[in-house]
């Protein structure tokens, strides 16, 4: 393992999604390193909005590194990353996604990612750069889009026995910090996830466990659960993607050990059972 030391700057660090599920932690965990921070998002102290370039450059100028969580659905990521070149930036640690490179990972038709878009960017830049990438997060199913499911009992999801090593983004968080203020991280491609893979019948039976009631996962087709996302008002692209990335866990993919978190901390993974015991307990999710 690359040895890591730690870098002081007086620039403060730019978190990009600043409310988000990994940019809230990694802003936390900065704070608690007594490093100066600019939290960025629509409603944050930081005013930014990725859709109004105009709004860019005033949380850029002067910052020394930034997260960069893009929007999905308006992808930006080249035109930011030649802002922060401009205005003197120095480090970018970029959220990317498991699988972006690998070929119909997500059985995208004709277009290249948006976050592989956003990693050419990135490389290109000359900035010191890492780039993460992380498989499904855990807290989706207490803070994310798989969390409606945990509180109705029932998680209906088109991956049939399909696997993923569920990544805990306190550890995407800590990953991040330490690519934002140490050495030794420049040029990293970190691969993200947890220790070992859970199909989404264990995932039930786990968080059943904990919450002392029933969670029980109903297998759906591709077009059921694409159905039900656009009855809840979802748009048809938000739709098509949301089934892409969930054809990755069905079709297997997501099921390998990989090693990034080692890598970049020296140690193992955080398990799913440990996240569970941390965020489910009887009565969750039912006030």
């Not at 945990?150 to 690519?179: C, F, K, Y």
């Not at 934002?180 to 893979?197: D, K």
């Not at 390998?256 to 799913?272: I, K, M, N, Q, S």
């Amino acid at each position: 393992m690359t040895e890591h030391t730690t870098q002081q700057t007086t620039r403060p660090v730019l978190v990009t999604g600043a409310t988000g599920m990994t940019g809230s932690r990694v802003l936390a965990r900065l704070r608690e390193r007594g490093v100066a921070v600019r939290a960025a998002s629509r409603s944050s102290e930081w005013g930014f909005d990725w859709s109004d370039p105009s709004t860019w450059d005033r949380v850029l100028r002067g910052a020394g590194a930034v997260y960069l969580v893009q929007n999905d659905l308006d992808p930006r990521a080249p035109e930011f990353v030649e802002r922060a070149v401009a205005l003197g930036v120095e480090r970018v640690v970029q959220l990317s996604a498991r699988g972006v490179d690998g070929p119909n990972y997500f059985e995208y038709p004709n277009d290249t990612p948006a976050h592989l878009v956003g990693e050419r960017a990135v490389r290109a830049s000359g900035l010191e750069w890492t780039i993460l990438r992380p498989g499904w997060f855990s807290q989706n199913f207490s803070e994310g889009l798989l969390s409606d499911g945990v509180r109705s009992g029932v998680l209906r999801l088109p991956t049939a026995d399909g696997a993923t090593t569920w990544i805990d983004t306190e550890d995407i968080a800590a990953v991040a910090v330490a690519a934002l203020t140490e050495s030794g991280h420049h040029g990293r491609t970190y691969e993200l996830g947890g220790p070992r893979a859970l199909n989404l019948s264990e995932v039930a039976a786990e968080i059943s466990q904990a919450l002392g009631r029933t969670i029980r996962y109903e297998p759906v087709s591709e077009k059921e659960y694409a159905s039900g996302l656009l009855a809840q008002g979802w748009s048809e692209a938000g739709t098509d993607d949301m089934v892409m990335a969930l054809s990755a866990i069905r079709r297997g993919l997501e099921s390998t050990y990989v090693p990034g978190v080692r890598e970049a901390l020296g140690r193992d993974p955080r398990g799913f059972s440990d996240y569970v015991a941390r965020t489910f307990h009887e009565g969750w999710g039912l006030s």
